[in-house]
């Protein structure tokens, strides 16, 4: 595949960022992103704002117009958009989730969760690690067709991972590349490839 379109997408992909990010991002040497990047910044491209890039709105045309070719085989692919149709499912659940996670009923009332129940966060990391479970090999189905998907099964391992060692915040946390931040960024992802649009 071609690497500036990937250096392109990674940087859709993560608004505004800095090579290292966009790099694994789309799983490609770090150096080699930066260069992509220089050259997209020389082509009008791509912008370098403070310490990072953005797509230049060039740029944003210009990889829009790219996906369809790029992913013409993909999208025609009926095991792919069978385990993408499995991903929408779960994903609904995930949504669920994180709303159970960041939220509490109180008296009928939701209010914000303060994570003072560890009763109450643990049956919600017990789901989540089900839901993990069950997506693993939707991923591994999805990530056949187009390799680099993995980085975001390696990227959910590791928030998974932290969460289990009682890291709780890499459940959702934005700041970090937590559970519901990969899923996030997984999920444009997957909507690009398909030239799709994410429901609100």
């Known amino acids: 595949m071609n690497t500036q379109h990937l250096a392109l997408h990674g940087l859709a992909l993560k608004k505004h960022a800095a ?16 260069a992509l990047l220089e050259e997209a910044t020389r082509k009008g491209r791509a912008v370098a704002v403070q310490g990072g890039w953005m797509l230049s709105p060039a740029g944003r045309m210009i ?8 992913y013409a085989e993909v999208r025609a692919n009926p095991a792919f958009m069978q385990a993408y149709e499995r991903f929408e499912r779960i994903n609904t659940e995930l949504k669920q989730l ?11 009332q939701k209010v914000r969760n303060d994570h003072s129940n560890r009763e109450y966060d643990e049956k919600i990391i017990d789901r989540l690690a089900d839901l993990h479970e069950r997506f693993a090999p939707v991923l591994r189905v999805l990530a056949n067709h187009v390799s680099r998907l993995a980085v975001h099964a390696r990227k959910l391992e590791h928030a998974l991972d932290r969460v289990d060692a009682g890291a709780i915040e890499w459940v959702s946390d934005a700041k970090l590349e937590s559970y519901h931040t990969v899923w996030f960024e997984m999920h444009e992802d997957l909507l690009r490839i398909l030239g799709r649009a994410r429901e609100e």
């Open 19 to 34: 090579a290292p990010l966009v790099a694994a991002a789309v799983d490609l040497p770090e150096t080699e992103v930066t």
């Open 63 to 70: 990889l829009d117009g790219q996906y369809t070719r790029v």
């Open 98 to 108: 994180i709303t159970d996670w960041q939220t509490l009923d109180v008296g009928g």
